[in-house]
């Protein structure tokens, strides 16, 4: 049986968009556009795990006291080894104007890159379910949902 590693080492740049494991002193991830300028005010962070505005998506995880988290993104399907254990959580669509996304931690220690070759996608959000979020996988695929109907749902 292939180690997760060598999965990793053999999927194509255009499947595996990358992954990062961090501490989030906040508990704070934030996907988005890398130009977003979203504030999330309307976000309630002691009731609310995931916020959708526009060209940002919140997700709340794990702070940095209880340890690490793994974050990776993927284009389309993510593999079986990669979703294992994981749960579909949230889903909605991201609009992406400048056709690239950064994952980080919400003091910029830690930042992924991923460059899209479209302007929205649909991002599904899968997480361990558990009291503490300690890994996120984030799927983006073609939009699949009206461009029009951007708000994010918990799945």
């Known amino acids: 049986m292939p180690?997760?590693?060598t999965e990793l080492e053999n999927l194509d740049i255009e499947v595996y968009g990358g992954g990062?494991?961090?501490f989030f002193r906040h508990g704070l991830l934030v996907f988005e556009?890398?130009?977003s300028k979203a504030g999330h005010d309307a976000w309630d962070a002691?009731?609310?795990s995931f916020q959708l505005e526009d060209?940002?998506?919140y997700v709340a995880v794990q702070a940095d006291v209880d340890g690490p988290v793994r974050v990776d993104v993927y284009h389309g399907d993510a593999p079986e080894f990669a979703s294992s254990g994981?749960?579909?959580k949230f889903a909605g669509v991201l609009n992406v104007p400048s056709m690239e996304v950064k994952a980080h931690d919400s003091d910029d220690v830690v930042c992924?890159?991923?460059q899209l070759t479209g302007k929205s996608r649909r991002v599904e959000v899968f997480i361990n379910d558990?009291?503490?979020v300690d890994r996120v996988l984030l799927v983006l695929r073609e939009p699949a949902i009206p461009e029009h109907d951007r708000r994010g749902q918990d799945v």
């Open 112 to 114: 992924l890159r991923v």
């Open 20 to 22: 990062f494991i961090a």
């Open 3 to 5: 180690s997760e590693k």
């Open 86 to 88: 994981l749960v579909s």
């Open 55 to 57: 060209d940002s998506l």
């Open 46 to 48: 002691a009731n609310e």
């Open 130 to 132: 558990g009291d503490w």
């Open 33 to 35: 556009d890398v130009s």
